[in-house]
């Protein structure tokens, strides 16, 4: 299936269950329509724009992946602002029904996802010393791990009474931001330079079920710990934590690569028989 239909398909799943959400009454049925159906064809949407953008793009590639991930900071910017002026003028069940209009319109966005014409395949020489360069290259950059140890630094700085002002507390959840943008931006680059491009959607895929999964597990149990402790400290410790210790196992990639997957030596003996009678 071609990304565009996919696309397609996931901007009429989204709005299609946006519209089905003002109708319901019961709160079970609100997480399987809105959590997981919407869910699920806004990631249908998300997940074709975010690795065609890789595609598309050789020399420009990084820029590319960055403007693309941009997106999602510019809706979180604007939508909660919109959002709370429709729901003033129409209710929430009026917001609902913009929204899924708006969600609609993916639907001509998603057609504009023209497939890449098809390379003529080449016979590809592969060896172990390039894949090793390959990924040293690649996963021994400093940067993203820093940008994730950084991001979570900055999550467990937000107990603190000296940061607990509205604009302390702004300026780390935009420094929150643009760590977390960036990883995103990153993570397309590094998927097609480990796996290559033929294996951008799968290993892209991948990456965000891993996300997606997270996310889920996640707000429950910060929720739990608020419950349970009667604070919210815990959670930004326990949230800024987890996010260092990726940061940190990110570092553990290029030794294992140094030791784990160094090329080994192979010596092959050849015997040549020559008869000499004639």
Request: aromatic residues 12%.
């Amino acid at each position: 299936m071609s990304y565009r239909r996919v696309a397609v398909i996931g901007s009429l799943l989204s709005t299609t269950s946006l519209l089905y959400v003002p109708f319901l009454d019961n709160i079970i049925y609100l997480y399987i329509i809105y959590g997981i159906f919407t869910g699920l064809g806004f990631a249908m949407v998300y997940l074709p724009s975010s690795v065609l953008a890789g595609l598309y793009f050789n020399k420009h590639r990084s820029l590319a992946a960055g403007v693309a991930a941009s997106g999602s900071g510019v809706g979180a910017v604007v939508f909660p602002l919109s959002v709370h002026s429709l729901i003033q003028y129409y209710g929430w069940k009026g917001s609902v029904f913009i929204l899924a209009g708006l969600s609609l319109h993916c639907i001509v966005f998603s057609a504009l996802l023209f497939p890449l014409a098809e390379k003529p395949d080449r016979k590809e020489q592969k060896s172990v010393l390039a894949i090793i360069n390959i990924l040293d290259k690649q996963t021994n950059n400093p940067d993203i791990h820093h940008m994730r140890i950084n991001v979570g630094i900055l999550l467990m700085l937000l107990p603190f009474k000296i940061f607990q002002s509205v604009e302390i507390l702004s300026l780390i959840m935009f420094l929150n931001g643009l760590g977390f943008e960036g990883i995103l931006g990153l993570l397309v680059i590094f998927t097609v330079d480990l796996l290559g491009e033929k294996a951008l959607g799968d290993g892209f895929g991948y990456l965000m079920l891993s996300n997606g999964v997270g996310s889920i597990i996640g707000p429950p149990l910060g929720g739990a710990f608020k419950d349970s402790l009667g604070t919210c400290d815990p959670t930004f410790f326990f949230a800024g934590t987890v996010i260092v210790v990726a940061g940190l196992l990110m570092f553990l990639i290029p030794i294992r690569d140094k030791f784990v997957l160094r090329p080994k030596k192979i010596t092959i003996e050849l015997t040549i028989e020559v008869n000499l009678n004639t």
